[in-house]
């Protein structure tokens, strides 16, 4: 009796132990990355992987996914900036009042010019860089702190800006809200530099607090005069374009902000900020939207949000909670955020192998397509998710793909038509043409916008020649059928929403993929 109660219990802890490790065995496999979770995890951190980058991650967990990512973030760009703005000698400040017309029509064209190239510099940037995951994250502080060249005008600063956003892209997000309040180009675009004792400039210190920390309704108007005061004083050297305090300007009385009352200055307010759990919760929020989904989670964000604050707000902490969250890889939220311009355009050339020898064409094809770099259509920034589809820039999107997979086109032949004096270039400075005139005589933006990304296309693919049999060939598979199977995984983040042609040739096939609705999703 007792040997059979023995017997028993022996099998049932077996059964038990067998469970165990079975049920241990299935979240081992779930954890391991498979093609689709490699891709998955690339697609949303990065611009778009080619074959070889994803199955670089195959078979490693999620964990060492993840921080093999992290690992790999860059503070500095790759690309060298053009010499005429990255020169310090070349500074010069914009005509004072004093100036001539002419003057300030050559300083002007040296500005579009200048903001031109600098545009196409970031794409390059963009397409070149070993961390994807930098630029994107470059990209969306970009639109957290935003500041805008037309307003700003000087593109040295622009520059500037957008290299102290790549230093701190990853690390600490109390060093950069530090940074970029006092960066010339917010302070320009703010309107703080001229901010004084007795008559404070109040844009900052609004922005500050509803858009990059706090939240609108978490703040009082009075907190924002009182902030407003603390960062009188705050300006630039018009003489080199750098960060200056101008003692004679500051307001050193008492200010009460948040129910505190002190002599504060403009870095004690941001340290007021810091220290509200708000900020983190603002900051994680607009990450997950950026790489999870469009509705958050409000338990996670929370939970997220807490270590991120205990972490000192470190950036690397909150996006590696972010993406080892269950959130991040379930199938419900796989496809379910629209691309932006910028991984449209630069997710597929990258994707197809292609390295255009001028990306300024391609720079000036995401403006198109709603997402002018450098220059976002206000402080809140670009708002991003369905709102980059429309009918205008889904036609425009729609057009980039078919022209960059155009297969009988010569490079001769298209730089021919680009350069030919119907089309024109991609001159911003030209003239705007009759026929985009609307009756009272102003441009129609549409129409111009329209026009600007045809030409743009044009220059673009007479330095690109997609050859998507030699594509096709890189790719796994022994038949057309089984490396077609093998580009549409690699291609789109769900099943295609329309069956692809399996009866097309390899440009055929790939252009149908690249036409789906599905490739505008990630």
Request: with cysteine; hydrophobic share 45%; glycine share 6%.
């Amino acid at each position: 009796m007792l040997l059979r109660a023995h017997t028993g219990f022996v099998l049932m802890a077996l059964l038990l132990c067998c469970s165990v490790a079975a049920s241990g065995a299935h979240a081992a496999s779930r954890d391991v990355l498979s093609y689709d979770d490699a891709r998955h995890l690339l697609a949303r951190t990065g611009f778009g992987p080619n074959d070889t980058e994803v199955r670089a991650y195959v078979g490693l967990t999620r964990a060492q996914a993840v921080q093999r990512l992290l690992d790999g973030a860059r503070t500095t760009a790759v690309t060298p900036l053009p010499a005429s703005i990255a020169d310090a000698a070349t500074w010069r400040s914009p005509p004072g009042p004093n100036g001539s017309p002419e003057e300030r029509k050559v300083f002007q064209r040296e500005q579009v010019r200048e903001g031109l190239q600098l545009r196409a510099w970031w794409v390059q940037e963009m397409l070149s860089t070993p961390s994807p995951l930098t630029e994107r994250m470059t990209l969306f502080w970009h639109n957290h702190f935003v500041s805008a060249q037309p307003k700003v005008r000087l593109t040295r600063l622009m520059a500037v800006q957008n290299a102290t956003l790549r230093a701190h892209a990853l690390g600490n997000f109390g060093t950069l809200l530090h940074a970029i309040a006092k960066d010339p180009a917010m302070l320009v675009y703010l309107d703080a530099a001229q901010s004084r004792r007795g008559t404070p400039n109040e844009n900052f210190a609004r922005e500050v607090m509803e858009l990059f920390t706090l939240g609108e309704g978490r703040y009082t108007e009075n907190d924002i005069k009182e902030a407003a005061r603390a960062f009188t004083g705050w300006s630039i050297d018009r003489s080199t374009g750098r960060f200056i305090v101008r003692p004679g300007l500051r307001d050193d009385g008492d200010k009460t902000i948040f129910g505190k009352t002190a002599r504060f200055d403009g870095d004690d307010v941001l340290d007021l900020l810091l220290a509200r759990p708000e900020t983190a919760q603002l900051v994680v929020t607009k990450l997950w939207r950026e790489f999870v989904s469009p509705e958050p989670d409000a338990r996670a964000v929370a939970r997220i949000a807490r270590t991120f604050r205990d972490s000192q707000y470190d950036i690397r902490s909150a996006l590696h909670d972010l993406l080892m969250s269950d959130a991040f890889w379930s199938a419900d939220h796989r496809g379910v955020l629209v691309k932006s311009p910028a991984e449209m355009v630069v997710g597929t050339l990258r994707q197809l192998d292609l390295h255009p020898a001028d990306t300024m064409p391609f720079a000036v094809a995401m403006a198109g397509m709603g997402q002018n770099l450098f220059s976002p259509p206000n402080v809140k920034g670009w708002p991003g998710g369905e709102a980059w589809i429309n009918t205008s820039t889904l036609l425009m999107r729609k057009q980039f793909v078919e022209r960059l997979t155009r297969g009988d086109d010569t490079a001769a032949a298209i730089m021919a038509r680009a350069m030919s004096p119907e089309d024109g270039n991609a001159d911003a400075m030209r003239p705007v043409p009759r026929q985009v005139l609307q009756p009272n005589g102003v441009a129609d933006e549409d129409k111009l916008r329209a026009q600007r990304f045809a030409r743009a296309m044009q220059r673009g693919l007479a330095s690109v020649q997609f050859d998507s049999a030699r594509w096709m060939a890189r790719l796994p598979g022994d038949s057309a059928a089984t490396r077609n199977q093998s580009a549409e995984r690699l291609l789109l983040a769900t099943p295609p929403q329309q069956p692809l042609d399996a009866t097309a040739d390899s440009l055929g096939f790939v252009r149908s993929a690249l036409l789906d609705a599905a490739f505008q999703l990630k």
